[in-house]
């Protein structure tokens, strides 16, 4: 049998809530949603949470725009994500749409098109297949789950894939 682990809950008190996100804010950016759930999971009565964070907001150790901009640069130029999953995870971390797309329309390299054909391109390489269109049909998939958009993946596939051959039947064009 597999035990679970046993979560032991800190309840925190408004006070020491503000303490702590600070010391955190301070070291890494942290959007609004990120600090109400660390609050829930600290036990700050519900009440109180809103509080703290406005007191966060005020004295800027919490700025959405910011870490929106933040965290468009970072997952553009070191992971290499695509505009859809950016705005997703921007939205789980409880970012507000108007804000997203800002992020996004700031990044001038948002919509670049060449970082996907380097990584697909590069995941050529290791994909196995037995027909080019098993290839690009890994291809597209792996280009759709960095992000995005359909067509800029389908039509860079075409242009990596356009030197690969269809594999012939040899019966076919050489009879007994």
Known sequence: M????????RDKTAE??????????ARAERSSGDAM???????VPTQERGAVLQ???KER?????????AFVRE????????????RIALRRKGIADAIVSEALNAAPSARDTSRLAERLARKMKSIKYDTPYQLRTKLIRHGISLGFATDD????VE??????????????????
């Not at 759930?37 to 036990?43: A, C, D, I, K, S």
């Not at 242009?159 to 039947?169: G, Q």
């Open 37 to 43: 759930r660390l609050m829930g999971t600290w036990g």
């Open 159 to 176: 242009e990596i894939t356009r030197n690969i051959e269809e594999p012939c039947d040899e019966a076919e064009f050489f009879p007994l």
């Open 16 to 25: 020491q809530a503000l303490a702590s996100l600070m010391r955190l804010c």
């Open 153 to 156: 993946v389908v039509a860079c």
């Open 61 to 69: 150790f919490i700025d959405d725009r910011r870490y929106a901009e």
């Open 75 to 86: 997952k553009i130029n070191l992971s290499a994500w695509g505009e859809y999953k950016i």
């Open 55 to 57: 007191r966060l907001i």
């Open 2 to 9: 597999r035990q679970q682990k046993q979560t032991i809950r």
